[in-house]
Every structure is written in structure tokens, then in C-alpha cells.
């Protein structure tokens, strides 16, 4: 069952965020500085969204959506070093409701492994960012599969089963033995993409993969809800990219793009009364004050999931499968 059906996770985590909007409305505007798009460099842009405390931006060349102006990125990187209190609690919580251990699922059919397994069925994988492990308990069935983490907390749950190599990956001396390298919600928060992408292309074979799935801003949801999108709220989004920020993050680092996909709608009709009647207290995918609103997610997933078997574009993550532009990717299995 989805964590997002349950009550008391749900709870946990609107209490949570309004901890988080709560320190993004503290950060002292002094202590942000203006920023560069962090893709392509290009400095020309124009207003996106804010969330009530902070600005984005859309780029005017490669059209990333990106934090500006945003704090100092070696707080950024502290906070995930568990310098930042409030990521600890968050962590913390994940921890406390990390499910069991998960069968062996089917590769070809199973949203977090199908896009790999198209193009890989087996080699070395990395999970970067693999937080307790739950991907990596999908993938070691397939996959000699390892993590990197860099919070503490996290990577001494992960490491209970594996590998997990501690630290920023710039720091970190691996060796170009990597088939796969998984990117799992990590490069909406990171200051600086094109230098992790770079170092990702640096590990990775030559004909080696790199899974992304990230927020889109291109969005249906993000187009509704605009500064009050899950992906805006409090200050961990620095960055959200579209088919075409990524495909130049991609053309920048060494990368093409072999596949790109979007996924769920993450528009309700209980968070819509919600967000038009009392904007106030509206979360998005976090209105558990509402009668019965675990169940209504539960029964219109299932009905979305049957109206809006492809989302096209306009899905609320982007899936994408990169490989390196001189590499030669094994063929495609369909
Ligand atoms: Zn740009």
C-alpha cells in the first residue's frame, strides 16, 4: 500500500511541512544570493512562481526552473550531512515507516526498474542518494546493486543489506565500473547538477546508464497549483527541470537522452475543494484534516490510473534513461 494512504504517515508528514514553511518564511533574505542557471549558465530569465517565502525563475534559454535568489550552496550540502535539524526529523520519519523488505518484483512491469531494464538486465548498479535502501531491495534481484548515501542516519539502515558508500561522490575515489547509476529524487536539490553529472559520467562505462526521476515543471499539477505545488513548498527545490532543461543538462554533461517519460497526475478532487475553499491550510497531497481522505486518494488513484494511462508531457515526475553521448547503449529490449 502506498504511504500517501495512510493516515498517520500523512499526519506525520503535514506536521512536518508546516514546520518547513515555517523555517523557509525565517530565512533571512540577506543570506540569499542571486543565482545563475545552474544548466546552462545563461543569466536572462523571468518570474515562475513563489511559494508566499521564496522566488523561482524559469530560465530563458534551457527553461529550468530554478531557486533565485537561494541560499549558500554549502548549507545546502550541510543540511543533507545532517546539519539541518529539520531534514534529521524528516529522515527520521521515513525510517519509522520503511515497510518490509519487498518481494521479488516483475522487472518489465515494476515503475521504478522497467526503464532500466529496457535498456539493462543485468550489471552494476549504483543508487545514488539510496536514503534506507527501499530501491535498492528491488534492484539487487537483478543488479549487484550498491548505495551512496551521504546522511548518517539513512545510510546505516541501507547499509544493514549493502554496500553503501559514504559521502559526496566528488569526494568519494570510485572507479568506472558502473553499468547503471540511479538518481532517484535527488537533482531537484542539489546547487550544482552539472557537477554531480559530470562525476556520474566519470564512474559510469562506456556504454553505462543514468536513470533520472525528478519533479517536472511542466506539469499539469505544478501548472494548477504553481507556488503551492508539492514540489515549491519550503526551500529543499532548488531546481526543476522539463524534456528540455534535462535534455540540455544531459547535451552538457557528456549524456543523451535514451527514453523520457512523465508519471502521475497528482491533481484530487479532495485536495481541489481543499485548495479553493481554504487556501490557507491547503498542502497538496497532504489535506489528512478531511473526512475520509485516505480513502478517496486510494479510490481515485485507482480511477486515474485507468482515465490517464499516459500523461504524455504533463505527468508530475520525469523519467528519463540517459546513456553517454559517445557510448554505445546495448539495444533496446521491448
Ligand atoms: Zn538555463
Redesign the pocket.
Known sequence: MSLNHVKSYNEEIRQWLIKVAALAAAIPKGSLAPRK?P????GESSFFADNSHLDYVR?G????VYMNPAPDAELVDQGFQGEDELLMEYFSLISRYKGGIPERPDPAADNKLKDIYRFKTSGRLLDLGCSVGDFLHKAKHFYQAEGLEVNPLTAAIAEQHFTVHKGFLAELALKPVYDIVTLHQILYGLPDPVGLLRDIHRILKQDGLLYINTPNADSYAVELYRGKVNHLYGYTTLNLFNES?LS?LAARCGFKVLSLRTEWLDIYLSDLTEFYDHPDRFIHKRNCHLPNYERKMAQEDGLQQSLYPDLGRRGNYLVAVLGKADGVPGAERR
Open positions: 542557471c544548466v546552462c549558465g545563461a530560465c534559454n534551457c527553461a529550468l532543461s540540455a
